[in-house]
């Protein structure tokens, strides 16, 4: 596989839903909020200055069957999203995360779908 695209033709922003990315190479990309959560590349997150990584862990618990008490946490909501700099987007969660700022590069990396996923594999 070539070098995947990494700019953005259009990007679909709804902050209840998640993004949609459309890449100049016209693979398109959808993002679901708590996999971008999840994704979030903040030093914090990802543990960068050597403490341990806080990832999130939203995907997983919306998946889960065993989820009897969905009230204990409450539904993550995109609260902002702005761009920075013409190469990134900063994004502020309910949950009152905002330290993440998304690359494109990041975010193709990321693509959730199932070509993108076989080739990580
Ligand atoms: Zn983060
Ligand atoms: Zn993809």
Redesign the pocket.
């Known amino acids: 596989m070539s070098n ?1 695209s990494t700019e953005p033709e259009h990007i679909a922003i709804s902050k209840s839903k998640g993004i949609k990315i459309d890449w100049t190479d016209s ?3 959808e993002y679901s909020l708590a996999l971008l959560r999840d994704e979030c590349p903040c030093a914090t997150c990802t543990g960068a200055h050597g403490t341990a990584p806080q990832k999130s862990n939203y995907a997983a618990e919306q998946a889960s069957p065993q989820n009897l008490f969905p009230m204990y946490k409450p539904t993550l909501r995109m609260n902002d999203v702005e761009a920075v700099g013409g190469y990134a987007i900063r994004m502020s969660w309910s949950d009152g995360h905002n330290t993440g700022i998304y690359s494109f590069d990041h975010l ?1 990396r990321i ?7 076989a080739v990580r594999e």
């Open positions: 995947p693979h398109r990309s193709r693509c959730p779908c199932e070509a993108c996923r």
